[in-house]
């Protein structure tokens, strides 16, 4: 299984970016997608994840700012974040959690930088 993340940047605090990520080299169904971001001297922490049946979580420094959804179909999940601050400056990386079989898998990472 890969897991391909994109959409990192450079945007200015108060600014918008999204994310995506696209799972393949699996026939089965992802349970739960999700996102998760390690800053610099950080663990890593969960930003925000959603089941296959559309359930969300997030964390709570990033809610109502962050939106995460996904594309069953495609495999494939996003993380629209808007009013970006500048401590949302980190690495950020996808995960897919199988039920079966019981396995997951993480995406190479991608940065985002808020600049204030």
């Known amino acids: 299984v890969q897991l391909q993340a994109s959409g990192g940047g450079l945007v200015q605090a108060g600014g918008s970016l999204r994310l995506s990520c696209a799972a393949s080299g699996s026939r089965f169904s992802i349970n739960t997608m999700g996102w998760y971001r390690q800053a610099p001297g950080n663990q890593r922490e969960l930003v925000a994840s959603?089941?296959?049946?559309?359930?969300?979580n997030y964390g709570d420094s990033v809610k109502g700012r962050f939106t995460i959804s996904r594309d069953n179909l495609k495999n494939t999940v996003y993380l629209q974040m808007n009013s970006l601050k500048p401590e949302d400056t980190a690495v950020y990386y996808c995960k897919a959690i199988y039920i079966v079989p019981p396995s997951s898998y993480w995406g190479q990472g991608t940065q985002v930088t808020v600049s204030s």
């Open positions: 959603i089941t296959i049946n559309g359930r969300t």
